[in-house]
């Protein structure tokens, strides 16, 4: 499986952005994806993750009720609502993959994740 992000840019505080990931395969479903962000000079951080069957997601605590993932298997692409966009929000956001995993399991570490991809830039204004 090979990721590409897109849907990133540049936005007012208040405003909303969608990202998208899609990818490439034909086991997409057999894949938990997460939602990461980084800034420079900072750790690449956790923002959301969905399960294979996308039943269940978990946000990082500053984006829940904001921040909305899904999944669409039929187009082997995964998104990120992103919704009352604040400043602090501004980052490369980068999807990631993970083959198998327990359902009731969440992933929130960089390292649980086996596939990147080259990641999309988002910018919010204040």
């Known amino acids: 499986v090979q990721l590409g992000e897109s849907g990133g840019g540049l936005v007012q505080a208040g405003g909303s952005l969608r990202l998208a990931c899609a990818a490439s395969?034909?086991?997409?479903?057999?894949?938990?994806m997460g939602w990461f962000r980084q800034v420079p000079g900072k750790e690449r951080e956790f923002v959301a993750t969905?399960?294979?069957?996308?039943?269940?997601?978990y946000y990082e605590d500053s984006v829940r009720g904001r921040f909305t993932i899904s999944r669409d298997d039929a187009k082997n692409t995964v998104y990120l609502q992103m919704n009352s966009l604040k400043p602090e929000d501004t980052a490369v956001y980068y999807c990631?993959?993970?083959?198998?995993?327990?359902?009731?399991?969440?992933?929130?570490?960089?390292?649980?994740?086996?596939?990147w991809g080259q990641g999309t830039q988002v910018t919010v204004s204040s």
């Open positions: 990631a993959a993970r083959p198998s995993g327990g359902e009731g399991s969440y992933y929130l570490l960089p390292y649980e994740y086996s596939l």
């Open positions: 969905i399960s294979r069957s996308g039943g269940n997601t």
């Open positions: 395969g034909r086991t997409f479903s057999n894949y938990a």
